[in-house]
Nanobody, 120 residues
C-alpha cells in the first residue's frame, strides 16, 4: 500500500518561509519522480514542482520559480518543498505526489495534503 505522509504546513506571514516534507512508503521511491501539487480555495489542483529520480532534473510552475525549491533524499525516502518569499496567493492545501512518467507530470499517487496559509 502506497503511503505519502506530508508534514510542515502551517501559518506564516507574507515574505516568510516554510519547508514541507513527504515520507514515502510502499512505492519504489528511488526510481520515480516526487512532486508537489497544490489546491487553492475554489481552484483545481495545480502543479507546483517536481524532482526526477535520475539526472537531477527539476521542474517548477512559473508562479513559484525562484521562490520554491524541490529536493529529495533517496536514502530517507523523503521529498522536500522549500518555500521562500511566500505570498498570500500561495495559500493552499499542498499535496505530495509520486509521478511514474516524468514526461506527463501526471501524479500516480497522492498524499493526504497539508494546509499552508500565508497572511498578508
Amino acid at each position: 500500500q502506497v503511503q505519502l505522509v506530508e508534514s510542515g504546513g502551517g501559518l506564516v506571514q507574507a515574505g516568510g518561509s516554510l519547508r514541507l516534507s513527504c515520507v514515502a512508503s510502499g512505492v519504489s521511491f528511488n526510481t520515480n519522480t516526487i512532486g508537489w501539487f497544490r489546491q487553492r480555495p475554489g481552484k483545481e489542483p495545480e502543479f507546483v514542482g517536481a524532482a526526477r529520480w535520475i539526472g537531477g532534473d527539476k521542474a517548477y510552475a512559473d508562479s513559484v520559480k525562484g521562490r520554491f525549491t524541490v529536493a529529495r533524499d533517496n536514502a530517507r525516502r523523503t521529498g522536500y518543498l522549500q518555500m521562500d518569499y511566500l505570498r498570500p496567493e500561495d495559500t493552499a492545501i499542498y499535496y505530495c505526489v509520486i509521478i511514474v512518467n516524468w514526461a506527463t507530470q501526471k501524479p500516480d499517487y497522492w498524499g493526504q495534503g497539508t494546509q499552508v496559509t500565508v497572511s498578508s
